[in-house]
């Protein structure tokens, strides 16, 4: 057998089971045994390709990907590859096709078919409309795909098979792609404006200094040209474009506008393709070299490009950029500068709420910073007015969770004809319920967490684990009444309804997008204006961009800030103006009317006066303050175990060992707020790391107190996992 090529896939025996493997290395033949001395050798069953399906830059990407991120290399190819590539179960999809049977080289020939079907007038028929949409002797006749001959025609099979088996028209099966093609046409793109001009010259020159550009342009500024724009110059020297967003399913409208200025040089990878669709675009990219444009969530990392010339990272203060569970827990913007780096590629952030990070690395001149603080054609940016809703209860002047001040707007706007934007960060009916009499909530029975009611399914779901149950009628423990606690977008959807009842009402949420189209028909729908209020969780808040919306109401901001998480303000922050950003994008100026308890916290003035820069000095006092990120690097361990006596002593030895190493850097064992989920037990434990100091040799230490801790009886079965800068 030949030396299979690194990045090849190979057949090997594992235990009684044969799999796929990728061939990661090659040892030199019989030099250092002390390498291979200790491992059980085994042979390669078969190589399944004479060429490599993984490039040697993502093999290093990967490497990277593990050591910094602690985890295996196997884990990092489990989300690198589409799972149907590695197991080698791709299969190509193949159409019927129909064309004439060979033995017509001329038009002439057919006068005595048609002369013979003169009885037959459904097969004189098809056979027609199957001449016309072959074009059969017009230049080199087209293959006519079944389906669409019997749709036009609206004949059945059994005509078809009829002139099949008269051989006057042949079938065959051909292989056809999955990728959709975006071969519409192609519009020429939107002149820049002078302020968009001015960031694509600072941007090339901060490119040509080699360094990250962090485009930070108010919402509605036209980040989206000034990407084209760049995209457009790479795509002419031929290079390719990695454009990273939030979550795909999210950007309908980004596609669309995408596709009209690219056409067949965009693809997309979708997170809601299928598996099979994921193999072709990874192999037409690992294939064919052309210029292109790949529009991409996270894991667009992971394609083989073999000439990137520059990545996006749009709304790159986006949370989603992280991936949380499973390994590899990477962040695509970390992840993209180093890819880009090894590509000698150029890395170009943009959003109009930089993360404290990033703008912190623009401060310090690591990034070049560009900015665009005008709204596209001189819009004024939102209004934002702010609701006192412990006044408003006091005054009894609220209609269930809507201030008297924010119904009066609402009527207002609908009566000139505009569209609204409501805005509640909570799906599902109530958060939780309890009995009236006895005070008994339902809980989770897998996770400690009260079930929320959804009441469009008359059910009782957990939003961790999944388990629903149907809402019994009464508590089951005293036969009671339920009351419901807390407010989602369903009891939002209610009420919206009793206080505007001429109004069309759509929510979009998780639960009301589940299928796979059903985001864009909401997000058509509201743009064709034939829904009036929108009624959403943070779905709404992401790049969406509608002409007639003129107000966006927030009824609870406070609930964002309570977390307890040193990211909250910077997270309210972000989604407050985000959302509000969606107002008054044409037209005249929008509005903003937030609700709050506590309508003096400072963060509101910084939105009000929609200044970022103050607010971000703020959260940098802080930051240093409390010894967060920019200044300290963090790592959360995760402990679970199912046997909480074994999750505890592991816990307590661990931290007591990484304390004795790190000091005061590693924290106590932590409860987390939700401390168990899917029957495992949870502990944390945090670990601070100046910035300046060697954060390779911390984790290498780290890592030592982790295995050895997992090596004790005692705390056997403990599942440890580091989360490297955690989101
Ligand atoms: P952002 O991403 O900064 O929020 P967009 O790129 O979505 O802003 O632009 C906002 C709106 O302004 C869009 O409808 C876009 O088509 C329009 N726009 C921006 N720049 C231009 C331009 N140079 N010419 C025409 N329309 C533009
Ligand atoms: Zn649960």
Same mark, same amino acid.
Not at 20 to 30: D, K
Not at 489 to 508: Q, S
Not at 603 to 624: C, G, N, P, S, T
Not at 689 to 697: G, H, N, R
């Given at each position: 057998?030949?030396?299979?090529?690194?990045?090849? +896939?190979?057949?090997?025996?594992?235990a +009684?089971?044969?799999? #796929?493997?990728?061939?990661?290395?090659?040892?030199?033949?019989?030099?250092?045994?002390?390498?291979?001395?200790?491992?059980?050798?085994?042979?390669?069953?078969?190589?399944?390709?004479?060429?490599?399906?993984?490039?040697?830059?993502?093999?290093?990407?990967?490497?990277?990907i593990a050591d910094y991120y602690l985890c295996t290399i196997g884990e990092v190819m489990a989300a690198a590859? @589409?799972a149907?590539?590695?197991?080698?179960?791709?299969?190509?999809?193949?159409?019927?096709?129909?064309?004439?049977?060979?033995?017509?080289?001329?038009?002439?020939?057919?006068?005595?078919?048609?002369?013979?079907?003169?009885?037959?007038?459904?097969?004189?028929?098809?056979?027609?409309?199957?001449?016309?949409?072959?074009?059969?002797?017009?230049?080199?006749?087209?293959?006519?795909?079944?389906?669409?001959?019997?749709?036009?025609?609206?004949?059945?099979?059994?005509?078809?098979?009829?002139?099949?088996?008269?051989?006057?028209?042949?079938?065959?099966?051909?292989?056809? %792609?999955?990728?959709?093609?975006?071969?519409?046409?192609?519009?020429?793109?939107?002149?820049?404006?002078?302020?968009?001009?001015?960031?694509?010259?600072?941007?090339?020159?901060?490119?040509?200094?080699?360094?990250?550009?962090?485009?930070?342009?108010?919402?509605?500024?036209?980040?989206?040209?000034?990407?084209?724009?760049?995209?457009?110059?790479?795509?002419?020297?031929?290079?390719? &474009?990695?454009?990273?967003?939030?979550e795909?399913?999210?950007?309908?409208?980004?596609?669309?506008?995408?596709?009209? &200025?690219?056409? !067949?040089?965009?693809?997309?990878?979708?997170s809601?393709?299928?598996?099979?669709?994921?193999?072709?675009?990874?192999?037409?990219?690992?294939?064919?070299?052309?210029?292109?444009?790949?529009?991409?969530?996270r894991s667009?990392?992971?394609? @083989?490009?073999?000439?990137?010339?520059?990545?996006?990272?749009?709304?790159?203060?986006?949370s989603s950029f992280k991936q949380q569970d499973p390994a590899p827990r990477y962040h695509?913007?970390?992840?993209?500068?180093?890819?880009?780096?090894?590509?000698?590629?150029?890395?170009?952030?943009? #959003?109009?709420?930089?993360?404290?990070?990033?703008?912190?690395?623009?401060?310090?001149? !690591?990034?070049?910073? &560009?900015?665009?603080?005008?709204?596209?054609?001189?819009?004024?940016? *939102?209004?934002?007015?702010?609701?006192?809703?412990?006044?408003?209860?006091?005054?009894?002047?609220?209609?269930?969770?809507?201030?008297?001040?924010?119904?009066? +707007?609402?009527?207002?706007?609908?009566?000139?004809?505009?569209?609204?934007?409501?805005?509640?960060n909570r799906r599902g009916?109530a958060p939780y319920i309890g009995?009236?009499?006895?005070?008994y909530v339902p809980k989770c029975c897998n996770c400690d967490v009260s079930l929320t009611y959804h009441?469009?399914t008359?059910t009782l779901v957990c939003h961790y684990c999944g388990y629903a149950v149907t809402a019994p009628?009464?508590?089951p423990t005293?036969?009671?009444?339920?009351?419901?606690f807390g &407010?989602g977008?369903? !009891?939002?959807?209610?009420?919206?309804?009793?206080?505007? @009842?001429?109004?069309?009402?759509?929510?979009?949420?998780l639960d009301?997008?589940r299928?796979?189209?059903?985001?864009?028909?909401?997000?058509?729908?509201?743009?064709?204006?034939?829904?009036?209020?929108?009624?959403?969780t943070q779905?709404?808040?992401?790049?969406?961009?509608?002409?007639?919306?003129?107000?966006?109401?927030?009824?609870?901001?406070?609930s964002?800030?309570q977390t307890p998480d040193f990211r909250s %303000?910077?997270r309210?922050?972000?989604?407050?103006?985000?959302?509000?950003?969606?107002?008054?994008?044409?037209?005249?100026?929008?509005?903003?009317?937030?609700?709050?308890?506590?309508?003096?916290?400072?963060?509101?003035?910084?939105?009000?006066?929609?200044?970022?820069?103050?607010?971000?000095?703020?959260?940098?006092?802080?930051?240093?303050?409390?010894?967060? *990120?920019?200044?300290?690097r963090l790592i959360i361990l995760t402990l679970k175990h199912r046997d909480y006596t074994r999750l505890d002593t592991a816990a307590r030895e661990l931290s007591e060992r990484l304390r !004795?190493a790190f000091?005061?850097r590693c924290s106590d064992v932590i409860v987390p707020p939700i401390a168990r989920v899917q029957n495992m037990h949870i502990r944390t434990i945090r670990l601070r790391?100046?910035?300046?100091?060697?954060?390779?040799?911390a984790k #290498?230490i780290m890592m030592q107190q982790v295995r050895y801790v997992q090596s004790l009886p005692n705390c056997k079965g403990t599942i440890i996992q580091p989360d490297v800068d955690p989101m």
């Open positions: 057998m030949e030396c299979p090529k690194v990045g090849t +896939r190979v057949l090997v025996p594992l +009684r089971k044969t799999i #796929t493997g990728l061939v990661y290395r090659i040892h030199p033949e019989n030099t250092d045994d002390s390498v291979t001395a200790d491992l059980k050798l085994r042979d390669i069953i078969e190589v399944l390709d004479a060429q490599p399906v993984v490039l040697p830059s993502q093999l290093s990407l990967w490497r990277w590859l @589409p149907r590539l590695l197991d080698n179960d791709y299969t190509e999809r193949t159409e019927v096709y129909i064309s004439l049977h060979p033995r017509f080289t001329d038009i002439e020939q057919l006068q005595p078919v048609f002369d013979s079907l003169k009885r037959a007038p459904k097969q004189q028929r098809l056979l027609e409309y199957f001449l016309e949409l072959s074009d059969a002797f017009d230049g080199t006749p087209h293959l006519v795909e079944q389906r669409q001959l019997i749709e036009h025609s609206g004949e059945s099979t059994a005509v078809l098979r009829t002139l099949i088996e008269k051989q006057i028209l042949v079938a065959s099966h051909e292989v056809v %792609s999955r990728i959709p093609s975006y071969d519409t046409d192609i519009e020429p793109a939107h002149p820049l404006t002078e302020q968009q001009q001015r960031a694509v010259s600072e941007i090339h020159a901060g490119f040509a200094q080699n360094k990250v550009c962090l485009l930070h342009g108010v919402t509605s500024s036209g980040k989206t040209e000034v990407y084209i724009h760049l995209i457009r110059e790479q795509l002419e020297q031929g290079r390719q &474009v990695l454009y990273l967003v939030p795909i399913a999210l950007t309908t409208q980004l596609t669309d506008r995408l596709k009209h &200025v690219f056409g !067949k040089q965009l693809g997309v990878y979708h809601r393709f299928s598996d099979m669709e994921r193999v072709e675009i990874y192999k037409d990219l690992l294939n064919s070299h052309e210029p292109k444009v790949i529009l991409s969530a667009g990392v992971f394609l @083989p490009f073999s000439r990137l010339g520059l990545i996006i990272v749009d709304e790159e203060h986006d695509a913007r970390s992840v993209a500068a180093v890819m880009a780096h090894a590509a000698q590629a150029n890395v170009l952030l943009g #959003t109009a709420t930089p993360a404290i990070e990033t703008y912190h690395n623009a401060q310090t001149g !690591k990034y070049h910073l &560009v900015e665009m603080m005008e709204r596209y054609a001189g819009m004024s940016l *939102p209004h934002i007015s702010l609701v006192d809703l412990k006044r408003q209860y006091h005054r009894k002047e609220m209609y269930e969770h809507f201030a008297d001040p924010l119904v009066e +707007r609402i009527n207002a706007q609908l009566a000139d004809g505009k569209q609204i934007i409501i805005f509640q009916y009995c009236r009499k006895c005070g009441k469009r008359n009628q009464v508590c005293c036969g009671g009444e339920w009351r419901d &407010v977008t369903e !009891k939002i959807e209610d009420e919206v309804n009793g206080l505007f @009842p001429t109004a069309r009402v759509a929510r979009m949420d009301t997008t299928n796979k189209n059903s985001h864009q028909r909401i997000i058509n729908a509201f743009a064709r204006h034939e829904v009036d209020i929108l009624i959403g779905m709404v808040t992401k790049g969406l961009h509608f002409n007639d919306v003129s107000l966006v109401a927030v009824l609870n901001a406070d964002m800030m %303000s910077e309210a922050f972000q989604m407050l103006e985000q959302v509000a950003g969606r107002a008054g994008r044409a037209g005249s100026q929008g509005e903003v009317v937030i609700q709050s308890f506590q309508p003096d916290n400072p963060l509101y003035a910084y939105l009000q006066k929609h200044d970022y820069a103050a607010f971000y000095a703020e959260q940098l006092r802080e930051r240093k303050a409390f010894r967060f *990120p920019p200044y300290y !004795k000091g005061t790391i100046e910035t300046d100091a060697s954060f390779a040799q #290498t």
